[in-house]
RNA sequence: GGAAGGGUGUCAGAGUGGUUGAAUGAACCGGUUUCGAAAACCGGCAGGGGCGAAAGCUCCUCGUGGGUUCAAAUCCCACCCCUUCCGCCA
């Protein structure tokens, strides 16, 4: 959400954001509906001040006094309602256009309809060349007895997977590292909740955008695609006191995603499935361009560091327009080799919103001058299991089949340094 | 799932239909006093919106949403949340 006023302000720069990310949104409209919330709004508070001073009459007045007051009450009442009424559903039109004004995205964010107009900005590490004929992790994973597809899909459904065995410990490990990775990196551990309410879905951005792609649950309750969610909520309606700030926060939960968008891609093994767990990175600054900027570089170099420490061949790409949220600014994505498909594939995105996110969600803080400002937000993968499986298994396996467990991993592992038949 | 109680400002806590956006404490900020501090005393202290160049005027907000009424923190209904007890459960 932005403000109303800087939206009035700056209606070109709206349309060229809209434009730029590839959404429609009629600034004009907006305007339009605004002007008549105004106008409504000054007639309702007019009457609505007649009524107070009346109000405090009648208390004094005598008793024949009384009664005409009363009549002439009667018949404001029935004006005011009916101005009430127009107020209403003008006020409920307004809102939903609030919540589909796009915010503006960074200077350099490249422009672009879809992820394949991404701009590559960093190249790490060496891609694999094999001496022999390479496998699928879905192969190597199901033959080295780390994973069951078939059953997951008889369990589970579509998108079902059990990880097993060593499938199941490298998995803990990943866990356990990145935990200990991120956490001396000054990070805040949480374990958050999956099953959220409507409100901080609404305040992160995801609904009601996104409302086709989430699991919902009874009770108007909904199980969130990242704890991202949850965190953002934590701090919902809350005033942060500045000397707290930044917040940083590491946070692992569950996460679930109906994926309906994409029914026919990536059907087979973990690149794209129902239910995954995830780290995340989230961070909330003070109210500063700079600061967003500079928490967002950092949020990045983190996980870029982790993939480095793994060993496992990344690059970053610059999301352009079009393949940007309605809040986000400006969004890195890392992307890991997968070498049966000969390309790089998205591990996680960094963000930030400005104030989007926390305007919605009413989070402040009170500055240098104890005026009360809504704080930034920002959010980073951490580390998502068990899409991260693909390119660990892929890209470090070996001729007879074995894989090669990453140096950092093998502690993590009782000592295991690879993984064998 | 059943029963009871409750949700008021940063916090504690009054307030059961009429100048109550809200008594009183505490905290916090400023001042007086002091060599300095404590104590005491004096003053300030909710957020948001609209109009306005400003001063200021005005509206909304006592968990949320509806309703009754000329008038609601106060009455009615629904929902959310909290506490205690019972049941169930990991």
Same mark, same amino acid.
């Given at each position: 959400m932005l403000d109303i006023k800087f939206i009035r302000e700056n209606k070109e720069l709206i349309k060229q954001a809209a434009k730029k990310k590839h959404l429609e949104f009629d600034v004009a409209k907006l305007i339009e509906v605004d002007d008549k919330r105004r106008l409504l709004l000054g007639r309702v508070e007019e009457k609505r001040a007649e009524q107070k001073v009346a109000n405090n009459t009648i208390v004094k007045a005598s008793s024949e006094e009384r009664e005409s007051i009363l009549e002439k009450m009667r018949v404001l009442k029935a004006a005011l309602e009916h101005e009430e009424e127009a107020l209403k559903k003008v006020l409920k039109e307004w809102q939903a256009l609030m919540l589909a004004v796009p915010n503006v995205p960074d200077m350099s964010v490249p422009d672009g @309809?879809? @992820? =394949?107009d991404n701009k590559e900005i960093k190249k790490w590490g060496d891609i694999p060349k094999f001496n022999f004929e390479p496998k699928s992790h879905v192969d190597i994973m199901t033959s080295l007895g780390m994973a069951d597809f078939e059953r997951g899909v008889k369990v589970a459904g579509f998108r079902g997977y059990f990880l097993k065995g060593s499938g199941a410990m490298l998995s803990f490990a990943v866990w356990r590292y990145a935990l200990d990775f991120f956490v001396s990196r000054g990070l805040s551990l949480y374990l958050a +909740?999956?099953?959220? $309410? $409507?409100e901080p879905l609404l305040g992160t951005g995801w609904l009601p955008q996104s409302e086709e792609d989430l699991y919902k649950v009874q009770d108007e309750k909904y199980l969130a695609g990242t704890a991202e969610v949850a965190i953002m909520g934590l701090y919902q309606d809350e005033v942060i +006191?500045?000397?707290?700030?930044p917040k940083k926060i590491l946070a692992f939960s569950p996460c679930f995603r109906r994926e309906i968008g994409s029914h026919s891609k990536d059907v087979k093994g973990l690149i794209r499935v129902h239910e995954f767990f995830k780290f995340e990175q989230v961070i909330l600054c003070a109210a500063s361009h700079d600061e967003s900027v500079k928490h967002h570089e950092e949020l990045n170099r983190n996980t870029e560091e982790f993939i480095e420490s793994l060993k496992i061949p990344y690059r970053t790409v610059i999301n352009c327009g079009g393949d940007? /949220?309605? /809040? %986000?600014v400006k969004k890195y994505d890392i992307e890991l080799w997968v070498p049966l498909e000969n390309t790089y594939r998205e591990i996680g995105s960094a963000s930030y919103f400005h104030d989007f996110q926390t305007r919605r969600l009413n989070i402040r803080y009170k500055d240098e001058e104890e005026k009360l400002k809504y704080v930034h937000s920002l959010n980073n993968t951490a580390i998502a299991t068990p899409r991260i499986l693909v390119s660990l298994v892929e890209n470090f %396996?070996? =001729?007879? /089949?074995s894989i090669k467990i990453p140096e950092v991993l093998v502690p993590y592992m009782n000592g295991l340094s690879s993984i064998k038949k």
């Open positions: @309809d879809s @992820d =394949a +909740p999956s099953m959220v $309410r $409507r +006191p500045k000397e707290e700030l940007l /949220g309605l /809040g %986000q %396996q070996q =001729a007879d /089949g």
